[in-house]
């Protein structure tokens, strides 16, 4: 078997599982599974938003279970993972969408904050995929797709807490491609840009001035084109799965991009330093 062609899910037949499903990227790509016949759970910490997910994808005839749990609770979400196993079936995708950002000048941020990122965007990626992976190694079947983002492809003002814990599910995700591709199980990694959801508008009220001038006029993506690239990674089993040009670029050539990409942001911080407009 080893050294096959890997064979894709199949998505009208498949069973997806969705943590983050209850609202943007997440939400998004449960739609558009929904769309192609797969089975979808959504997992997430508030009943509310998992409630009215849920509602909407029934509506168009979708099979949907969901789950309450926080990720960063290891034993919690096992178990949560566990019932929606329980009610739809085995694993085939695993999209782990969760997670959180929190801005802000590295000089001021709490401690609290590094170590949130990490148990939520790192640790909540790691313990979805210890739980659902053995299972798609045993039945030589499956897709695992971890969000990451730009800011795990470039260090970035502003996000010395964020952009580690997006570094670590990118390493995690490079190792973990290599181990299961002899099992026919597919790993994927996304890195997307700004993205219109209600996380980057939270994002926003915490980004120094600095940040908020690096990013410029650029406009965020929909949830729904990252949902786009995501299905389609899954189908073609691609590893990066990178929506947009310039974080396609990015994950590339970043080590090639990277030192003129830094000169540039340095001169806008410059830049705005000399205006008197940051801190
Ligand atoms: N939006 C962007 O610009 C952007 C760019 C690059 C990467 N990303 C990444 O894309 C992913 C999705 O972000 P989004 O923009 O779609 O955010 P969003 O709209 O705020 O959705 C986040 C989802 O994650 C859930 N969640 C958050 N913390 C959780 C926890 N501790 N345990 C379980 N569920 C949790 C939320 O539900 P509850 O709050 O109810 O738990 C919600 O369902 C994140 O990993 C984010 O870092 C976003």
Not at 83 to 110: K, M, N, Y
Not at 154 to 182: D, Q, T
């Amino acid at each position: 078997m080893l050294g096959r062609r890997p064979s894709p899910v199949h998505l009208a037949s498949a069973h997806a599982v969705v943590t983050g499903g209850s609202s943007g990227i997440g939400l998004a790509t449960a739609r558009a599974l929904a769309e192609r016949g797969t089975k979808i759970s959504l997992l997430a910490r508030g009943q509310d938003r998992l409630e009215t997910a849920a509602a909407e994808l029934r509506q168009t005839g979708a099979h949907v279970a969901t789950r309450q749990a926080d990720v960063a609770d290891q034993k919690a979400l096992t178990a949560a993972l566990a019932g929606l196993v329980e009610a739809q079936g085995p694993c085939d995708i695993l999209v782990t969408s969760a997670g959180i950002a929190r801005p802000g000048h590295f000089l001021d941020l709490p401690d609290d904050v590094f170590r949130q990122m990490m148990e939520v965007d790192y640790f909540g990626t790691l313990y979805a995929l210890r739980a659902i992976v053995p299972s798609m190694v045993d039945r030589r079947r499956g897709s695992v797709v971890a969000v990451s983002s730009a800011a795990g492809l470039l260090g970035i003002f502003g996000y010395s807490a964020y952009g580690p814990a997006k570094f670590a599910v990118r390493g995690l995700m490079e190792s973990v491609r290599a181990e299961l591709a002899p099992h026919n199980v597919h790993a994927g990694v996304v890195f997307p840009p700004d993205v219109d959801t209600p996380q980057l508008a939270e994002e926003n009220r915490w980004k120094p001035a600095e940040t908020h001038a690096i990013s410029g006029t650029i406009k965020p993506l929909s949830a729904e084109a990252v949902a786009t690239a995501i299905v389609s990674g899954i189908e073609s089993r691609q590893f990066l799965i990178c929506p947009g040009a310039a974080t396609r670029a990015l994950a590339r050539y970043g080590s090639i991009l990277s030192p003129m990409l830094n000169g540039r942001f340095d001169r806008k911080v410059a830049a705005l330093r000399r205006s008197g407009k940051t801190r």
